[in-house]
């Protein structure tokens, strides 16, 4: 996940308010929907385009993020759940 923020250049900020919602996968790579940002005064949001890429590939590592939330009992309740996630000391999701 750190990877789509490297890639999309988000501040802590706006990573850790995306929801899974917040994601679309498009045939070029992901379309990311920030709702409200530092320097959106006016909370109108904002749509950034993510490509694959060669090397970081955030897409990928969005996809395998995925899939270890599908496994999680609360994915199956609600789309509104936070791209990143906490992982307790016996690492459960």
Known sequence: MLALGFAGAFRRSELVALEVAD???TPDGLRVTIRHSKTDQEGQGAEIAISRGTRLRPVEAVRRGRRLRRS????ARSRALPVLWQISLAARL
């Not at 999680?72 to 994915?75: E, G, N, V």
Request: net charge negative; glycine share 0%.
């Open 23 to 25: 994601l679309a996968e």
């Open 72 to 75: 999680s009992p609360a994915a």
